[in-house]
């Protein structure tokens, strides 16, 4: 039995090493600001900004800030594919480059799923707590979303912004 279980104590070192060997992909950590980062194309004011930046951009952006623990496998592979699979559902460096529909239907998301509280996720709050949002947050973030909605509705014409019925 005992020997057993050394057996499989050697096997799990040696695969954890092994798959060190996996090529990392800790790239999402662009500095430059785009043209098309929601800063640049709509008022997102300061205190909003500060939200954005702590609890979602790390996911939703080019600027990831990679923690000492993604140098390690398979974390690393773990933490890229939030990545990916989050800039593929929003990304705030490129929002500009959204249609207007597209735009104003994320807001919308955006504004859900901060007041169910699914985002930011839990496994990131788990390690990052400064990324949960207080109440205050939530409604800052209703606010925001409600007041760019509402002046894209007074700028835009209907059309633009939902699908023709
Ligand atoms: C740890 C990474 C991570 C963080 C931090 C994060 N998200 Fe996400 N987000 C994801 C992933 C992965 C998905 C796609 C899968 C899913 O919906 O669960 C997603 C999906 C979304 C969607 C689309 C959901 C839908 O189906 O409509 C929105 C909107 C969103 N996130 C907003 C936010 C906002 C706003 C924040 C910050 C308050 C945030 N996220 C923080 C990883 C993250």
């Not at 592979?77 to 239907?105: A, C, I, P, T």
């Not at 169910?116 to 939530?138: C, F, K, N, V």
């Not at 800052?140 to 939902?162: E, G, K």
Request: aromatic share 10%; charged share 20%.
């Amino acid at each position: 039995m005992k020997k057993i279980v050394k057996y499989i104590l050697v096997t799990l070192l040696i695969l954890f090493v092994l798959v060190q060997f996996y090529p990392r992909n800790n790239n999402n950590n662009s500095t430059a600001i785009t043209q098309t980062d929601i800063s640049n194309v709509h008022h997102v004011p300061e205190q909003v900004m500060q939200v954005l930046k702590t609890s979602c951009y790390d996911c939703h952006s080019n600027h990831t800030t990679y923690p000492w623990y993604a140098q390690v496998q398979p974390v690393s592979m773990w933490l890229g594919h939030h990545v990916d699979e989050g800039k593929d559902e929003l990304n705030f460096s490129e929002f500009g480059q959204y249609n207007l529909r597209r735009q104003y239907r994320k807001l919308e998301e955006i504004n859900e799923q901060v007041k169910s509280g699914e985002m930011p996720l839990d496994s990131y709050t788990w390690i990052h707590r400064d990324a949960r949002l207080s109440e205050a947050q939530r409604l800052l973030v209703a606010d925001w979303v409600s007041v760019l909605r509402d002046s894209m509705q007074a700028n835009y014409p209907p059309d633009s912004l939902r699908r023709k019925k």
